[in-house]
């Protein structure tokens, strides 16, 4: 027994000792590894644009330092990307910007700030020089305000106009079994199309038209400006496929060169005036970054401008980097409105929307703060459905041309297994006390009792959705709901009909919020700070992600996609102010 007992404690200490050891790692290399500092940005550089792991415009900070040390996501956000070119452009030791086959995960109102960025840098007279083995078409949409654009000579490019796709699941439900019971607004149709029909209806098709045309419409105007080729001609030559080689996007001056990429480093060392046997000096974007956030100083004045970032699905809880939860969005609109420095508030959103009651309690919380300081919306891609709802009593509202907004409207979603539970050989029954007393059954025939008492709690919402637009947009409740129904604008549609009030970016909302509080001098503070404990900052950790990878190389990207929308769905309890579906522009 002594011999076990040895061993066992033999065990047990390697196992402590290898644990102290990795956690040691991790943290000489979170602290050490990642001092940007220490990064020198030398005379006569250019920076590398790749924005491949940037993803939210806000890339998050937590209340525990240790969450902050042993986070696996960059510690940047886009916003602080475009803060870095807005001071390259007048940083002596930048000469220009290389955009060299950037892959960027960004959604179209992102990429139309980045690009406004870039447009901005050039204004100083560096050069912006872009090269890509393949363009795809909202790589080539960021990369067309580049002074030269090149491509491999074995490359090619994907210009040919937007596309969406809707999935309708109407025929599956009847072969599997599975439905999906649908509560609505009676007029709410878009929404349930997908688990009532096979194909889309005539007013669906037309709002996604309308829609994408708009999208388009912003990307060619974009592109034209720079390239000096007309719309007219750009629509041409996506129609008839003009661009899809080297050779054919050179004869349309979609692109300058066509060259290795030593050919494109070798220009560079030219614009340098560095020899052509000698390297030229470099910095990537997410270093040069971090070495303005940690080497900025902040500003004399007292007055800031609070920026509050709503990004993701809205669901109840906490929140993090990627959720809009009620804790740390409505915890961060109360310290703003209760700090005397902070003089106004922006609250940039990028969300399809989700919980209807979240919603309501953030709405609550605007409201709140509105009446003691100024709020200024900035929409991102998305400010949708819940994501409309959180935005629509702000002072003012920003969106991009190319935003998805609206989509003012809710719905419930209950699943449903009875028909395949009944086929498979289980049966169901009830004992209840009272009527009502049975909760909603997955395993049971949704009874029309109580579907009558959630369609009840669905007008409820939407009547209320549409009550806080017409006060907050000064609109009548006849206006908004003409509007409503679920249908998507975007922001150039948008603020035709009275739901946004200007056109532009997150550095337009705040100069805004700046003139409504009557401050010339300020210093921006981000939020939320979310709380995280240890067992949250457990799962960030690379190696609590070998499920997911496993699941990915196992069933195919595609199949983990559609997986993951299933497992959504299944989520969505209770009344949902949500983007109807999902649009992926391609």
Request: charged share 25%; proline share 2%; with cysteine.
């Amino acid at each position: 027994m002594k011999f076990l007992g040895n061993v066992l404690a033999t065990i047990i200490g390697l196992f402590v000792f290898c644990m102290l050891f990795f956690f040691g790692i991790l943290f000489i290399g979170a602290i050490f590894g990642g001092d940007s500092e220490g990064v020198t940005v030398k005379e006569n550089s250019v920076i590398e644009l790749d924005l491949k792991n940037v993803t939210y415009d806000y890339a998050g900070k937590y209340e525990d330092p240790w969450v902050n040390i042993f986070s696996e996501k960059e510690k940047v956000g886009l916003t602080d990307i475009i803060a870095a070119i807005a001071t390259a452009k007048s940083d002596s030791s930048i000469k220009g910007i290389s955009i060299l086959n950037n892959e960027s995960q960004l959604g179209m109102a992102q990429s139309k700030e980045i690009r406004d960025a870039l447009e901005d840098f050039k204004k100083s007279g560096k050069f912006i020089m872009a090269y890509a083995n393949m363009y795809s078409q909202k790589e080539y949409y960021i990369n067309s305000v580049a002074n030269t654009i090149y491509i491999n000579p074995v490359g090619d490019m994907d210009f040919k106009g937007l596309s969406s796709e809707v999935m309708f699941y109407k025929d599956l439900q009847e072969k599997s079994g599975i439905k999906m019971e649908v509560i609505r607004h009676g007029k709410y149709k878009s929404a349930v199309e997908p688990f009532l029909e096979n194909e889309m209806s005539d007013a669906n098709r037309e709002q996604v038209t309308a829609l994408l045309n708009s999208v388009w419409t912003s990307i060619t105007s974009d592109i034209s400006k720079s390239r000096k080729i007309s719309v007219a001609k750009l629509n041409e030559i996506a129609d008839g496929l003009l661009a899809r080689t080297p050779e054919m996007a050179k004869a349309q001056k979609m692109i300058d060169v066509i060259a290795y990429e030593d050919v494109y480093h070798n220009d560079i060392k030219k614009a340098l005036k560095v020899d052509k046997d000698k390297d030229y000096n470099k910095v990537s974007i997410l270093e040069y970054t971090k070495k303005i956030l940690t080497t900025s100083q902040s500003s004399e004045s007292s007055n800031q401008i609070a920026i509050i970032y709503a990004q993701g699905e809205i669901q109840s809880g906490e929140g993090d980097v990627n959720t809009i939860g009620e804790g740390s969005m409505r915890r961060s609109l109360q310290e703003a409105r209760e700090d005397k420095n902070i003089k106004a508030i922006v609250l940039r959103i990028d969300s399809p929307g989700g919980n209807a009651l979240t919603s309501d309690l953030i709405w609550r919380e605007v409201e709140l703060t509105k009446k003691v300081k100024p709020v200024v919306v900035s929409m991102g891609n998305y400010a949708a459905s819940g994501g409309y709802y959180i935005a629509c009593n702000a002072s003012k509202i920003f969106a991009e041309n190319n935003t998805i907004t609206g989509s003012i409207g809710v719905f419930g979603i209950l699943p449903n297994f009875s028909q395949l539970t009944s086929r498979i050989g289980i049966h169901v029954e009830q004992v209840n006390t009272n009527k009502n007393s049975a909760r909603y059954s997955p395993f049971v025939p949704l009874d029309e009792n109580l579907k009558a008492v959630t369609l009840e709690g669905v007008e409820h919402i939407y009547k209320t959705f549409v009550t806080h637009v017409a006060e907050g947009r000064k609109m009548t409740f006849d206006q908004v709901d003409a509007i409503a129904q679920g249908r998507v604008w975007s922001g150039s549609e948008a603020i035709k009909i009275g739901l946004v009030d200007k056109i532009g970016g997150l550095d337009d909302a705040i100069k805004e919020a700046a003139s409504l509080s009557k401050i010339k001098t300020y210093s921006t503070q981000n939020f939320p700070e979310y709380k995280k404990d240890f067992n949250d900052m457990l799962s960030s950790l690379p190696f609590t992600k070998t499920k997911e990878s496993f699941i990915k190389e196992e069933i195919g990207e595609e199949n983990y996609i559609l997986m993951q929308k299933v497992k959504k769905m299944q989520a969505q309890k209770g009344i949902q102010a949500l983007m109807p579906y999902e649009i992926t522009i391609n």
